[in-house]
């Protein structure tokens, strides 16, 4: 990858897609952002008293699908917002101009208390090998970015992996995103719940 420690997520995107020709059209969603369940109910009698609340799974307030060039020249600025309490968020199936699908790999980390930045880094250097990408920092947590594509199937197999050690992923990001049919990870900030833009802390080549 080209981008350095502090790219935005944004350039980290950019990037990528400036790779593959191939690409016809993106995704991208704007949501609201909260408080998220597992914050609201802290302990495990709370999340099984709201357990109903747990499978809820919201749509987005608005889809804005883009061709390749259109997002490569993207301003963020110039996306619009209802409310002050939304982001945009990228999303990873892409259409190509054979009319396939294919994936972007992104991760959502939330990792355990003890589990740190260069545990992370371990782990997807162990689970992605010879595969190059990089590590953001979202304000709380961490993202990831592959700096390649998967198909359908391998996106499902990536997104089993984070699962397995259960210490670095929320297993409610992966089930909504298995729902959705795609991972989507926000590239804009809102004033209060998500208010760091996320930006490089690590790259990791091949």
């Given at each position: 990858m080209k981008v350095e420690n502090n790219a935005t997520s944004l350039d980290v995107l950019k990037d990528i897609i400036s790779k593959y020709p191939d690409i016809k059209s993106v995704k991208l969603i704007l949501h609201g952002v909260s408080v998220n369940w597992r914050q609201k109910y802290n302990t495990d009698n709370q999340k099984l008293s709201h357990v109903?609340?747990?499978?809820?799974?919201?749509?987005?307030?608005?889809?804005?699908?883009?061709?390749?060039?259109?997002?490569?020249?993207?301003?963020?600025?110039?996306?619009?917002?209802?409310?002050?309490?939304?982001?945009?968020?990228?999303?990873?199936?892409?259409?190509?101009?054979?009319?396939?699908?294919?994936?972007?790999?992104?991760?959502?980390?939330?990792?355990?208390?003890?589990?740190?930045i260069d545990d992370i880094v371990s782990f997807v250097r162990v689970a992605l090998p010879d595969k190059s990408g990089?590590?953001?920092?979202?304000?709380?947590?961490?993202?990831?970015?592959?700096?390649?594509?998967?198909?359908?199937?391998?996106?499902?197999?990536?997104?089993?992996?984070?699962?397995?050690?259960?210490?670095?992923?929320?297993?409610?990001?992966?089930?909504?995103?298995?729902?959705?049919?795609?991972?989507?990870?926000?590239?804009?900030c809102d004033d209060k719940y998500k208010p760091v833009i996320p930006s490089v802390v690590h790259t990791i080549k091949k």
């Open positions: 109903e609340e747990s499978l809820i799974q919201k749509t987005p307030i608005k889809v804005k699908k883009l061709g390749r060039q259109e997002f490569l020249e993207l301003d963020p600025d110039e996306l619009e917002t209802h409310d002050k309490y939304q982001v945009w968020s990228f999303t990873s199936k892409m259409i190509m101009k054979d009319g396939s699908a294919m994936h972007l790999p992104m991760m959502n980390f939330h990792p355990t208390e003890d589990v740190s990089a590590v953001l920092e979202s304000g709380r947590y961490y993202h990831y970015y592959g700096d390649y594509l998967m198909t359908e199937e391998e996106w499902i197999i990536f997104n089993a992996k984070f699962l397995m050690p259960c210490v670095f992923v929320s297993p409610r990001y992966v089930g909504h995103v298995l729902q959705d049919g795609y991972s989507s990870l926000r590239f804009t």
